[in-house]
Each structure stands twice: as structure tokens, then as C-alpha cells.
């Protein structure tokens, strides 16, 4: 069972902006930095953003991210059909001792 | 390139073993943590195990512990995870992936393409 929590679903249509929540405590989001990775039907996640809000390179400045406390979220604005993913969050828990990931966000362009 | 290649998946019994390995290219194999993740069929991304760069500090999700080793051998570039006492629920696909950096606690940025674990009679 994942200690990140994030919505099962979200959707909008093309041009939009969704954005993604992950919520989480005080000894993953609170104390560590939120990576955020993307993964396309059948194949690898892909990373998104690292250390809450860089974007590595090649990753359209349409994706950003942020953090506050223990809340992270991940905002896609520009919504094109290639964004139909999952998403997931991670961050490393310093009580588990370990990497935790979101339990996946389905984003759907309508 | 920065390039992570599986090897070692298949189909083994409820109580078998098998040992993955995890061929790397296009980086200082050395000086990054590599972690395993898996993903079990239609499910999410769960975290199964890192290891520092050296391969002296190794950590583990509980779901695992005492049943699978996580090893890395930095003149070969490859890192291995020895899986013992296998169940059903083991059964997923198993990624090798490289930390952002030299420390395990910021993640990990490449990812393999998997292989794939059948536990099953």
C-alpha cells in the first residue's frame, strides 16, 4: 500500500490544464525532494521532473512541478493527446527507508 | 546514450530462485545508487530495492526483506538481484533504474525496459 496518495483519474480536453496532487507526510514529501515520472501504455516511466520542480532535458516546459509542505503536485498545461499517461510521484521515506511512489494518476484527453 | 539493459526474467515456481541482471552503458556506472522497481500486472510502480555506490549501504521494501539481495559490480558495470523464496505475488515486471545521483535519497532518473518475473505452477 503506497504512502503517496494521489486521484486514480483526471481529464481535460486538448489545450487545457490538469494538474496532478500527491499527498504525503512529513517523512517522505516533508523532508525529501518529489520526482514525478511519466509512463506511456506499454512501456518504461519516463522522469518528468526531479527535486520538485526541474524539468530534465527534453521535457516540454508545458510540465512543471511544486511542493509545499507534504502536498506535491504536477501541472500539464497545453494538454496535447500524447499526454495520455499515468503519472506517478515518488520520494524517499526516511521512516520506510526508502523510495515510495504514488499510487498513479490516469490522465485522459478528452 | 545512457543505456540500462534487464536480463534474467522467466518463469519460475512459487519457492524458486532467479538472479537478474542489469547491464549499464553511457554513464559513470560507479558514481550513481541504481535501484530495482517492479510493477505487477495492471498494477502501480512499487520500489523494491537500492544500493549506494559502492555497494556497502543496500536497503530493501519490506515486501522483500530477507528474500532478495541487491548487488552491484562497478568493474563489470552491472548490478544483480538475487531473488529467493519466490511467491506469486513476486510476479511483475522488474526495472533496473539509476539514481539522479550519488546518493539513493533523490530517486532515480533512467529506466531500463524490464523484465519480466511469472511466478506460477
Known amino acids: 500500500q503506497s504512502v503517496l496518495t494521489q486521484p486514480p483519474s483526471a481529464s481535460e480536453t486538448p489545450g487545457q490544464r490538469v494538474t496532478i496532487s500527491c499527498s504525503g507526510s512529513s517523512s517522505n514529501i516533508g523532508s525529501n525532494t518529489v520526482n514525478w515520472y511519466q509512463q506511456l501504455p506499454g512501456t518504461a516511466p519516463k522522469l518528468l521532473i526531479h527535486r520538485n520542480n526541474q524539468r530534465p532535458s527534453g521535457v516540454p516546459d508545458r510540465f512543471s512541478g511544486s511542493k509545499s509542505g507534504t502536498l506535491a503536485s504536477l501541472a500539464i498545461s497545453g494538454l496535447q493527446s500524447e499526454d495520455e499517461a499515468d503519472y506517478y510521484c515518488a520520494a524517499w521515506d526516511d521512516s520506510l527507508n526508502g523510495y515510495v511512489f504514488g499510487t498513479g494518476t490516469k490522465v485522459t484527453v478528452l | ?121
Do not use: H
Open chain 2, 1 to 121: 546514450e545512457v543505456q540500462l539493459l534487464e536480463s534474467g526474467g522467466g518463469l519460475v515456481q512459487p519457492g524458486g530462485s532467479l538472479r537478474l541482471s542489469c547491464a549499464a552503458s553511457g554513464f559513470t556506472f560507479s558514481s550513481y545508487a541504481l535501484s530495482w522497481v517492479r510493477q505487477a500486472p495492471g498494477k502501480g510502480l512499487e520500489w523494491v530495492s537500492s544500493i549506494s555506490v559502492s555497494g556497502g549501504t543496500t536497503y530493501y521494501a519490506d515486501s522483500v526483506k530477507g528474500r532478495f539481495t541487491i548487488s552491484r559490480d562497478n568493474s563489470k558495470n552491472t548490478l544483480y538481484l538475487q531473488m529467493n523464496s519466490l511467491r506469486a505475488e513476486d510476479t511483475a515486471i522488474y526495472y533496473c533504474a539509476k539514481g539522479t545521483v550519488t546518493a539513493v535519497y533523490y530517486g532515480v532518473d533512467v529506466w531500463g525496459q524490464g523484465t519480466t518475473v511469472t511466478v506460477s505452477s
